[in-house]
């Protein structure tokens, strides 16, 4: 069954580092899609992604964070320089072809920043 | 925000009986989706309701969906400690890209 992969699986990083949290989407999905979750909370929506530029993004979503599909199967967030509050799980998703209908997750990248 | 409430935040029953959330939302909606969470793990979707339709169920799980009040509900009949996870409702909005996700509830099975 198609499924949605993450790496690294869990990432420490110290503050002010770059930390950059890789997805493989599948194959034939249009829209993809960057959460976020802190620990026990809610699921934050960050960023989608269709026809290679960013569709929609949160107020979350500032300056320090870029997305990138750069070979047509990798599906990238980069966070330039990572505060503490950055902490968190990062869910990759995607769907298609239509832009309504299920999402599916990837089991999430940890990131933890000292 | 167009963010579901999920309601209880946290439910905590003995196998066998029923598991019932509630979930509230602010706008009109496309559908109304709802994910599972195992600790630790990614969410998985367990079933979409359209805005047209008012009831649909899958296996062990029963959602309604009530437009004119904004409301919808997940039902687990028969629980089983396998169900111990967090549940989220997520809406779509049409012309919005992305889902938006409620709070939670978490559910404890106690064998």
């Known amino acids: 069954e198609p499924e949605v992969t993450q790496t690294p699986s869990h990432q420490v990083t110290q503050m002010g580092q770059e930390v950059i949290l890789r997805c493989v989407p599948i194959s034939n999905h249009l829209y993809f899609y960057w959460y976020r979750q802190i620990l026990g909370q809610k699921v934050e929506f960050l960023v989608s992604?269709?026809?290679?530029?960013?569709?929609?993004k949160s107020e979350i979503f500032d300056d320090q964070f870029s997305v990138e599909r750069p070979d047509g199967s990798n599906f990238t967030l980069k966070i330039r320089s990572t505060k503490l509050e950055d902490s968190a799980m990062y869910f990759c998703a995607s769907r298609g072809p239509m832009v309504t209908g299920e999402l599916f997750f990837g089991e999430g990248s940890r990131l933890t920043v000292l | 925000s167009q963010q579901g409430e999920e309601d209880p935040q946290a439910l905590s029953i003995q196998e066998g009986e029923n598991a019932t959330m509630n979930c509230s939302y602010k706008t009109s909606i496309n559908n109304l989706q709802w994910y599972r969470q195992n600790s630790g793990r990614g969410l998985v979707h367990l079933i979409l309701?359209?805005?047209?339709?008012r009831e649909k169920h899958s296996g062990r799980l029963r959602v309604t969906l009530d437009t004119s009040k904004k409301s919808s509900s997940l039902l687990i009949t028969a629980s089983r400690a396998a169900d111990t996870a967090s549940y989220f409702c997520?809406?779509?909005?049409?012309?919005?890209?992305?889902?938006?996700f409620g709070a939670g509830t978490t559910v404890t099975v106690r064998a």
């Open positions: 992604f269709y026809n290679n530029e960013i569709s929609e």
């Open positions: 997520a809406t779509d909005v049409l012309g919005d890209y992305k889902l938006s």
């Open positions: 309701i359209r805005s047209n339709e």
